[in-house]
């Protein structure tokens, strides 16, 4: 009986095994008020910082197979501020980013590659990797590549006493736009000038899952 035995329970657990590895994605919300996206522009007489900490969205996390994220992360472009009111409506007019017509500046998630393999570590920080997606800007959609550094922390107290529920994802990621791919184009006299050609993109995305 025992011989009988001890391969039926070799068997159950070899079967097993493919049911936790194939945990369904569990939806993190962005948190706007942890996440920041900010541009700068560098240009020969003048350098321009905007922010925006309002970013929403949705990522689907395996924390199993981090690498199958989904997500599309969306930032109004009513939302960014430059320190100067005049340049923010100019940003905002339909010469620039026309918020009018195109409301938000949006990134869709199409694949993600980790350093490493496995499962998103609790506590562990500044994973490494690469994430490809679909930048839209004034209405003209791109696939864009950037270099992203990946920390998770799994539900505790200390996030409770954070009023942060659920899992936490942080992702960082930094990336170039050259802004006459996307129809934005700055007047003669101020192009290359007080604006730059290509204007570097920086987040940092908090997203809990809320359980």
């Not at 007489?45 to 924390?63: F, H, M, P, Y």
């Not at 980013?97 to 500044?126: M, Q, Y």
């Amino acid at each position: 009986m025992r011989r009988l035995f001890a391969p039926l329970c070799v068997f159950v657990a070899l079967v097993a095994l493919p049911t936790v590895a194939a945990a369904a994605p569990v939806p993190f919300d962005v948190m706007a008020n942890t996440s920041l996206v900010k541009f700068e522009s560098e240009a020969p007489v003048e350098n321009i910082t905007g922010i925006s900490t309002e970013a929403s969205g949705k990522l689907l996390v395996d924390r199993a197979a981090p690498t199958a994220t989904t997500g599309t992360i969306s930032i109004p472009v009513a939302s960014l501020r430059t320190g100067n009111t005049t340049r923010d409506g100019h940003l905002q007019s339909a010469d620039w980013l026309d918020a009018g017509k195109h409301p938000n500046i949006t990134f869709a998630i199409t694949s993600v590659r980790l350093d490493g393999e496995g499962a998103l570590v609790n506590g562990a920080s500044g994973r490494k990797g690469t994430v490809t997606g679909t930048l839209t800007i004034k209405g003209t959609a791109k696939t864009v590549s950037a270099p992203i550094e990946v920390s998770y922390l799994a539900a505790s107290e200390k996030l409770k006493k954070a009023y942060i529920k659920g899992d936490v994802v942080r992702v960082k990621a930094r990336f170039d736009v050259t802004l006459a791919d996307y129809g934005v184009k700055a007047p003669d006299h101020i192009a290359g000038v007080k604006v730059a050609d290509t204007v570097a993109i920086s987040v940092a995305i908090t997203a809990a899952s809320g359980e």
